[in-house]
């Protein structure tokens, strides 16, 4: 049993996961006292701290035995894509909380840290992450997973970022589903946490659509049912649908996943919106769990959380590679900085679902299928040492006319001749390029390795030394 300490848990989502790792939750603290009557109505024998100057820098065990798990404010995050410079990047006040975490956990030096993050700020904070690594002493390592393959119907894709002191990290994944139609309640529900504008537009919606069963985003179903072509027609005909378009509601299929819980979205099904008991299920939460006099802001509490699943992964692998990992795993790093890709592609879930990809099966076809875990791109071998490096030997193999990926990396290593480089390099040379020499919509890491990959079998690179 490892010994935790939670941070930023908000409404409860990782003591949550840490309770069903039958952990030793030292304390819960977090920065401004965000949801804390919640984890005080929920967990009312865990120690808590709802100020960051009230953080303890000494607890019942020492910091060499305990595990931190943490979801930093999601200013953090959202920073990254901020529309304004002096609101971006690592040096921006929205990045500094993400910061304090890091400093506390590692100055303290504990064993080891787990920090949920969006995927879109993972290029934005990585260079930061690596350098505080190397600051305290520890490695890291990131894993890149999605909330489906944890039994939580919701397509929910995150990072995590690991600070660890182990040469490798070595983690066990074997993926199981469940979908939107195991957790939606037969019969009708209350409809509730609606108001304004949305409250309007969902009253205009019911009364339209009738025992419809719509699918999609509420303006694609109202375009579809009435045969409008354009976004000016539908707000003509429906005055309340204008607006910021993913603040508004979507209709789910019962035989595939949620979209990610957010505080300004609503979600349907069929003719009616959820009930509370349904997006806790989406969520990954006890259907039963305690609201208090929070019921109203339950979905924005939701939305800023993790799913307790996937913490409960977190914190078993923590203690695993942190007591010696023995066994099998199915993916390893043993990079400093390495990633770990756990995310599943939609044709890989249609294919453990036992369905094409555009054709559906029966439920009881499918419900049948979905109990069987299997491996997603299992890694047969550990990643090449950091060392290796790449020299340019024969250009005239390329075969990749008019990609500006492949001609950067032929253009670098051309400046490189014989020395060559190492892959970490040209990652680093990519992302100062910049999106007009080295385009990408993936982590940069995952897209040089990928050309890298390919040059090599082409003939055209090998390995120098």
């Not at 894709?157 to 195991?182: A, C, M, S």
């Not at 205009?204 to 109202?222: D, F, N």
Request: charged share 25%.
């Amino acid at each position: 049993m490892n010994n935790v300490v939670v941070i930023n848990t908000y409404a409860g989502s990782l003591l949550l996961g840490a309770v069903a790792a039958k952990a030793n939750v030292l304390a819960t603290l977090e920065d401004c006292g965000f949801g804390s009557d919640l984890q005080a109505l929920n967990f009312p024998k865990i120690p808590r701290y709802e100020k960051t100057e009230d953080w303890p820098t000494r607890y019942a065990v020492p910091w060499r035995n305990i595990d931190v798990i943490a979801h930093p404010p999601c200013a953090s995050f959202s920073v990254m894509a901020a529309r304004y410079d002096f609101q971006r990047g690592t040096e921006s006040d929205g990045f500094e909380c993400h910061r304090r975490v890091i400093n506390y956990a590692l100055g303290n030096r504990c064993r080891s840290l787990a920090i949920e993050s969006v995927v879109g700020a993972y290029e934005g904070g990585r260079e930061s992450y690596e350098e505080l690594a190397q600051e305290y002493g520890y490695r890291v390592t990131y894993i890149f997973l999605n909330a489906v393959s944890f039994g939580v119907p919701q397509w929910r894709p995150r990072v995590w970022v690991i600070f660890h002191k182990q040469k490798t990290y070595n983690v066990e994944l074997k993926p199981r589903y469940t979908l939107v139609g195991d957790i939606i309640n037969e019969g009708p529900t209350e409809v509730g946490m609606l108001g304004g504008h949305m409250g309007k537009l969902w009253e205009q919606t019911h009364k339209a659509l009738g025992k419809r069963r719509p699918v999609g985003h509420i303006h694609q179903v109202l375009m579809r049912e009435h045969g409008l072509s354009s976004y000016d027609e539908l707000v003509a005909k429906f005055p309340d649908a204008h607006g910021y378009v993913s603040g508004h509601i979507r209709f789910l299929d019962k035989n595939w996943f949620s979209t990610a819980i957010l505080g300004n979205t609503a979600l349907a099904y069929e003719n009616r919106l959820l009930s509370l008991e349904e997006y806790c299920g989406i969520m990954g939460f006890p259907r039963d769990y305690k609201w208090g006099k929070r019921v109203r802001q339950a979905r924005m509490y939701l939305s800023k959380g993790v799913c307790p699943p996937i913490a409960t992964w977190i914190l078993k692998t923590q203690e695993r590679n942190a007591e010696g990992w023995t066994g099998a795993s199915t993916h390893q790093s043993a990079d400093f900085g390495g990633v770990i890709d756990l995310r599943v592609k939609r044709e890989e879930v249609n294919a453990a679902l036992g369905r094409a990809t555009s054709r559906r099966l029966p439920t009881k076809t499918r419900q049948d299928k979905i109990t069987t875990p299997f491996v997603v791109r299992e890694r047969a071998a550990p990643p090449m040492p950091r060392g290796h490096r790449y020299v340019l030997i024969d250009e005239a193999r390329v075969h990749a006319p008019g990609s500006p990926q492949a001609a950067f990396i032929l253009t670098e290593l051309r400046r490189a001749k014989k020395r060559g480089l190492t892959r970490v390099e040209v990652v680093e040379a990519a992302m100062k390029a910049g999106a007009t020499r080295f385009p990408t919509n993936q982590p940069h890491d995952r897209a040089v390795g990928f050309w890298l990959s390919k040059l090599k079998t082409q003939g055209a690179l090998e390995f120098a030394g």
